[in-house]
């Protein structure tokens, strides 16, 4: 059956907690220093929620989104918030989020997609749009990756950051606005160089998962970088050939915030000057889920983001899980 609607973006909010982390801080509890991180990395701080879990964070972005785009919170039909940092195993953190922003009317579920979750969650989110039966749908990224860091291991410690952001996706007859496509990958061997070993029913709490540190965050770095550079231009590259059109066509490049050296890498595969790429990963890190509205929120802001841009948008992360989806914006 033909598609009637498409799913536009009509609304942004975001959510940065105030406390910051600089590098140098990290030179006072690791051995490492900001040249290193600078340049290896492209960050230079990030964010810390000392108050507060990732179901806080993404119910300030909601409260935030409902307010600047002038929504009634009892209009939400649907929440999708994709985290790798829930409150808890259950409830669900969209349950939690619905309640504190007083979405009275929405139903929702969280999605675990690492940092490839806001992709994950905004082509399900669309689809509910697209099935004309739902007509105001919230994604919401809220990552408070501080949770899961050892601050001890300087392979990791410094990489990520709090934050969520999250989208209001409404219906648009018109076919050439909105998400147009998306194109997203999982492959479960990846979860030998990215995971967090314990916790789950593969390895429950214990005083010995505790004592061996396997409640936070693994990442073999060297391992993940290759298939991160080549898997997030790959698959960013496929969506320009899907659609048809070429590096120039793209007004932004939108990608995940994991690695400058890796957005650089996509931005030159697909031959898009670093002036079209959104990159924020200097201010805050990896926030995971958070990374990609997080981009859009602050570029649309800014007014850079224009109505009738055409943006791809791509990630790469743990699971693994990879894609990229091609989005005209719609908001004036
Ligand atoms: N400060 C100083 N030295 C550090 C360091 C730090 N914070 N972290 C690691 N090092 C050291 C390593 O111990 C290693 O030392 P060795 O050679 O003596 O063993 C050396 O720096 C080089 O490590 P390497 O892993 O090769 O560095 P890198 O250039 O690959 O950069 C990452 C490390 C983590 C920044 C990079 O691998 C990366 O970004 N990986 C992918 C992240 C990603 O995309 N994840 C998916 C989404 S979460």
Redesign the pocket.
Known sequence: MAKKFNAAVTGVGMFAPEKILDNEYFETI????HE??IS??GIKERRLMENGASSDMGAKAVKDLLKTSGTNPEDIDLIICATVTPDMFFPATACLIAHKAGLKNAWGYDLSA??SGFLFALETGAKFIESGSYKKVIVVGTDKMSSIVDYTD??TC??FGDAASAVLLEPTEDLNSGLIDSKLYVDGKGSEV?NMKAGGSALPASHETIDKKLHYIY?D??A??KV?VKGMADVAVEILERNNLTGDDVAWLVPHQ??LR?IDATAQRMGIPSERVTINIQKYG?T?AATIPLCLTEYYRDGKIKKGDKLVLAA???GFTWGASYLVWSLD
Do not use: P
Request: aromatic share 10%; with cysteine; charged share 15%.
């Open positions: 690791v051995d490492t220093s290193w991180i290896r990395t690492a940092c300087r392979n410094i990489l990215l990442q770095g060297k993940v970088f991160a994991a690695n890796i990896n995971t790469f992360g743990g």
